[in-house]
C-alpha cells in the first residue's frame, strides 16, 4: 500500500520533470530530448512549449478551429413586433402618425426609428425603449454620468457593433453591455470568453453611446490595440501573435472570434494587449 502510495507520487514528480510540450505534434517526443529543452521554452495559460515554433503551431490550429466555425445565423427581425406596432400600443403614436411615418421611411430609405424621430413623432429614449422591447432587454440608462468599468473592450470593436461596456459588478464578474441598435449575440459570447465575465445585453440611447464614446474617460484607449484589417492566412496571424506573446512576455493568452474579426487579448508582463485580425464574411 505504502509502496504504491510512493509509486504514484514519485510518478507525478517525474512528470513534473519531463515537461512535455503543449503542441501534440511536436518532434521532439522523447522524454530525454523534452528534458534537455524543459528550461528553456515558454509557458502560456499553465502549458508549456519547448519552443516558439511549436507555441505557433498550437496558435495556428486554435485561429483555424475558430475561422472554421460557422457565424450563428442571425435572429430573423420578422419575429419581432415591428416598432410601429409597438410605438402605437404605447400610445406614443397615432394610427396617422403610424402611416406618414411609414410612408417617410419608405421615401427616405432610413429606418423606422429614425424616420419617427426625424418627423418629430418620437424622441430618442422611446425608440430605445422600443428597440429594447423588441429584443426583450432592458434599458439602461446611461445619461452623462463618467463609465466606471474596468473591464476593456477594443475601441474598433465598440464602434463597429455600436456598443458599451456600461457597468461590471466585481464580485460575480457580471458585464453589462449597452447595444443601440441590436444585439450581436456573437460578439458577446467573444468578450464572455476573453474576459471572463458573465456578459449581459440591455440597450443605451445613440446621445449616450456618442458622448460617452468621445469621452476620454471611457477606460478603452486606441493604445492596446492594433487592427488588421487586411485578410490574412492563419500562419500569419499564428506567427504575429506569437511575436507578440513573445514580445511582451506573456504568461497568458486568449482566442476568440467574432462576426468581422480573429479577437487575440494578450496579458503582457507591463500590459495587455489586444489584436484583431479581419476575417471574410462568409
Ligand atoms: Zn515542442
Redesign the pocket.
Known sequence: MLFRHSGAKVQSVWRDWVAK???PT???KSWLQ?FT?SHR?MRVEGEW???T??FEQVVKGKIEELLASQNPPAKARGSRVPMGLLLLSRGILTSEQLKAALDYQRLNAVNFGDAVQQLGFATQEQVTAAVAAQWACPVFPLGDRPLDVKIRIPRQLLNLYKMLPVHYTENERRLLIGFVSGVQHQILSTIGHITSCTVVPCFITMREYESQLKSSLTPCPRDYELAVDEILESAEMARLTTNYVVQLGAERMRIGKCRDYVWTRIWGKKQEMDLLFRVGSD
Open positions: 510540450c503543449g503542441n511536436c518532434s521532439k523534452a529543452h521554452g512549449y519547448c519552443d515554433n511549436c
